[in-house]
């Protein structure tokens, strides 16, 4: 079974453009959540996506944006990048509530 | 709002050692606690996973206890070695703690 796979690995962009990451869950996951991790606030939550509905909201500003399609594949938007914006975006699928399996991650750097 | 806390931030053990990780967290009404292992630069690794029915998990040299009237998991590694050393992270829920940094000196 393939694993969680995310698009694009690495990502350069400047401070006041917009990026957007995808996310494929394993297959049969209905669920899928994003993180940001940085080396200062850890693994933080930024929203959880199931059926293609939000079910749940991290503390982000709305810079921040996702959705997912019926295949379960996600997307997740920045909007007018910021320099504290660079990070490394995790996804992790899960069945639903269940083990969240994560993928490889996207290393965002705004310069 | 759920809050996890894992403390200390790094340890440092000879090899052999059998050796505990903490992860405390202030809501018990959770449906499950995981616990992940992360190298440099890469992404988590799934070690454990916890119902909110269950009281422990085991996977080899690894076991896992969950205790939610404290709020508290523990994980246990067994005869520790130079391959485990890595970030261990505790997540309840959506909720991550902000790991403990392990290193297992030969």
């Known amino acids: 079974k393939a694993g969680v796979t995310q698009t694009p690995r690495y990502l350069i962009k400047t401070r006041g453009q917009q990026v957007t990451l995808s996310c494929s869950p394993i297959s049969g996951h209905r669920s899928v959540s994003w993180y940001q991790q940085t080396p200062g606030q850890g693994l933080q939550f930024l929203f959880e996506?199931?059926?293609?509905?939000?079910?749940n909201k991290g503390n982000f500003p709305g810079r921040f944006s996702g959705r997912q399609f019926s295949n379960s594949r996600s997307e997740m938007n920045v909007s007018t990048l910021e320099l504290g914006d660079s990070a490394l975006y995790l996804c992790?699928?899960?069945?639903?509530?269940?083990?969240?399996?994560f993928g490889p991650g996207t290393r965002l750097t705004v310069t | 709002k759920q809050e996890v806390t894992q403390i200390p931030a790094a340890l440092s053990v000879p090899e052999g050692e059998n050796l505990v990780l903490n992860c405390s967290f202030t809501?018990?009404?959770?449906?499950?606690l995981q616990w992940f292992r992360q190298d440099p630069g890469k992404g988590l690794t799934s070690l454990l996973l916890i119902q909110s029915s269950q009281r422990e998990q085991t996977s080899g040299r690894l076991n896992a206890s969950l205790d939610k009237s404290s709020g508290r998991s523990t994980l246990y590694i067994a005869a520790s070695q130079p391959g485990d050393s890595a970030t261990y992270l505790c997540?309840?829920?959506?909720?991550f703690g902000k790991g403990i940094t392990l290193s297992v000196r030969p």
């Open positions: 809501d018990s009404a959770i449906y499950n």
């Open positions: 992790a699928s899960s069945w639903d509530r269940y083990e969240q399996y």
């Open positions: 997540a309840v829920g959506l909720t």
């Open positions: 996506y199931f059926s293609e509905t939000q079910r």
